[in-house]
């Protein structure tokens, strides 16, 4: 296979141990934006979310340690679409993922080709699941074509059928809603990661315009690749196995 082009933001500022059983090292309230092959981007980005170069979830808590609070997570996974080629690596890497944070004590809901609706409607009531459990652990990942239009960028759903450019603004989610929701709320702590896919013939993605200093307790980084994915979960996917 090709080296897998790639850029990808990270920004965190996660407490240690990160409370959902994330191993991640203290890193400064900051933002990192780089570029390059599957390799050099993905070590860079994993080492700043951990500190060790992968990330990866350790098992539920003992019977006999003391309360936790609640671990609630959206996995959303665009594989199949009407109008785009289908990315087989997105229900791979949902099917990782979601597997990861389930060992890790997550009550975790997933969704796999979900149309535009399904899509909003699924970060909205885990915006209101997460105002319900106070003092959550909160982590959300997605994974699927993302394109840019008037300096926003869109996650694209399995139902997406694009035409033409402004079709993103009725076809799309904007991310910020779903990064928001995370990075925005009440929860104790928060981890949002999108693993995003250039559509064919699109032009760059502004990942930068995500990039902001998060809140305390916050963690957020975006991959986006620009060739061909591998067969199976994507690089970002993989680091949870």
């Known amino acids: 296979m090709s080296h897998l082009g790639c850029r990808a933001v990270c920004c965190t500022r996660l407490p240690t141990p990160f409370p959902c059983a994330l191993r991640l090292a203290p890193v400064p309230a900051s933002c990192y934006v780089v570029r390059g092959s599957e390799g050099s981007a993905m070590r860079r980005v994993l080492a700043v979310m951990c500190g060790v170069g992968a990330a990866w979830l350790a098992g ?7 309360p936790r609070p609640p671990r609630l997570a959206l996995v959303i996974g665009n594989a199949t679409y009407a109008g785009l080629p289908a990315i087989p690596a997105c229900a791979a890497s949902v099917s990782v993922v979601s597997a990861a944070l389930r060992r890790a004590g997550f009550d975790v809901t997933e969704r796999l080709n979900p149309s535009n609706g ?35 960028v869109f996650l694209l759903p399995a139902s997406t059928s694009l035409e033409r450019d402004t079709d993103a603004l009725t076809q799309g989610v904007v991310a910020r809603l779903l990064t928001g929701t995370v990075l925005n709320s009440d929860a104790r702590a928060g981890l949002v990661l999108l693993d995003t896919v250039a559509k064919p013939g699109g032009g760059p993605l502004p990942l930068s315009t995500l990039a902001q200093s998060p809140p305390e307790g916050r963690g957020f980084a975006a991959v986006h690749s620009t060739r061909s994915l591998p067969d199976g979960a994507t690089p970002l996917a993989a680091a949870f196995a």
């Open 60 to 66: 539920p808590a003992r019977a006999d340690a003391p």
């Open 118 to 152: 399904r899509m909003g409607s699924a970060i909205t009531e885990f915006g209101d699941a997460i105002a319900r459990n106070p003092g959550t652990v909160a982590v959300a990942y997605a994974c699927g074509y993302a394109v840019a239009f008037e300096g926003r």
